[in-house]
């Protein structure tokens, strides 16, 4: 049986989209990432002071979760040629895929067990996951986690999802 487990995530059409909204209280960097070209432009040999100094300090509550040794791979992919080509497409298919995604979730939605596990984003997985899912559907809050859940608690999110994957074989 196949499943789905959405963690610290959302999708367009259903919200993500008004992080871009600066105007109220969206975050700055969605649109630099979208826009083509201006990545590259403003961020390419800043890997480190961006990602470093600003957006893994910035979306973590553990400080210590993210290492030097991960913002150096990080640094390293991004730093490749066309190293911020995945999160600019990312952005900008957040920005423009969202009537496609509503129509595919109203004709469909998803029907297999779904798992939404948040973290610093709060509830927005779930909410997300509740206007999607047409099936069983299970919420699970970290707390005390940030955005990078994997990154910072992963025996948390380990433990979290461990029941629903056991719970599916039974399902």
Same mark, same amino acid.
């Given at each position: ?30 649109? !630099? $990432? #979208?826009?083509? *070209? ?5 961020? @390419? ?7 470093? =100094?600003? +957006? ?57 067990? !779904? $798992? #939404?596990?948040? *973290? ?5 997985? @779930? ?7 047409? =099936?069983? +559907? ?34």
């Amino acid at each position: 049986m196949c499943s789905l487990t959405a963690v610290e995530m959302g999708l367009p059409g259903f919200g993500m989209e008004a992080l871009a909204d600066v105007t109220h209280g969206g975050t700055w960097y969605i649109g !630099v $990432l #979208a826009a083509p *070209g201006v990545p590259e432009m403003l961020l @390419a040999g800043r890997e480190h002071e961006f990602l470093g =100094g600003w +957006l893994f300090p910035g979306m973590t509550a553990d400080a210590d979760a993210v290492t030097t040794v991960d913002i150096d791979e990080f640094v390293r992919t991004y730093s490749r040629p066309g190293g911020w080509r995945g999160p600019s497409g990312l952005y900008r298919s957040m920005l423009s895929e969202g009537p496609e995604i509503v129509a595919l979730a109203a004709a469909r939605g998803l029907t297999m067990p !779904v $798992l #939404a596990v948040g *973290g610093g984003g709060g509830a927005f997985t @779930a909410q997300t996951m509740r206007q999607v899912t047409r =099936g069983r +559907l299970e919420e699970v809050q970290l707390e005390g986690v940030g955005h990078y859940v994997a990154m910072e608690t992963p025996e948390m999110l380990a433990d979290a999802i461990r029941p629903f994957v056991a719970s599916i074989s039974n399902f």
